[in-house]
C-alpha cells in the first residue's frame, strides 16, 4: 500500500498554480481538474480543494459555461456575451423598439452557443424589461421606458 498524501497536499498545488499563474501560464485558463490531478499525482478531491483556495484567494475565478480562469482576465459567460452583443444593437438601433428579435435557432447559428444558452440570454433581456415575449409570435425589443 502506498504511502498517504502528506496533509496539506492541496496547499502545495495551490502555491505551485499560483506561481504559475503569477508567471503568465494560464492567460487562457486553467487546465481541468483531471489535468492537474494526473501533474501532480493526486486526487480530483485534493485538486478541488486546492482549486478553492485559490479562488478564494481571488486569484481564479470559475465562469459559468467558460470554465476557470485568471481572476481578471477577459472569461465571461456565452449569455452573457450575447446579452451585451444584443443590447449594444439595441442601443445602436440596430434593433429598434418593436423590432423582431431573431429567431432561436439563428442566434444559436450566429453565435455557436447551444439552445439554453440562447434562452438564458433572452430571458435575461426578458427580466431587464428590454426584451419582450409574446406568446405564439416571439420575442421583440421593448419600448424605452
Known sequence: MPSPSPR?????????????????????????????????GVA????RRA??????????????????SVAGSA?????EQIMADLLEQIRKGDLPAGTRL???????EKYGVSRGTVRRAVRELETAGRVEARHGVGRFVSSPS
Open 8 to 40: 496539506g497536499t492541496y496547499q502545495v498545488i495551490s502555491q505551485a498554480l499560483r506561481e504559475r499563474i503569477a508567471a503568465g501560464a494560464y492567460l487562457d485558463g486553467l487546465p481541468s481538474e483531471a489535468e492537474i490531478g494526473r501533474e501532480f
Open 44 to 47: 480530483r478531491t485534493t485538486v
Open 51 to 68: 482549486l478553492h483556495a485559490l479562488e478564494e484567494s481571488g486569484d481564479i475565478k470559475t465562469v459559468a459555461g467558460v470554465g476557470r
Open 75 to 79: 472569461g465571461t459567460a456565452p449569455y
Open 102 to 108: 431573431p429567431s432561436e435557432a439563428d442566434l444559436v
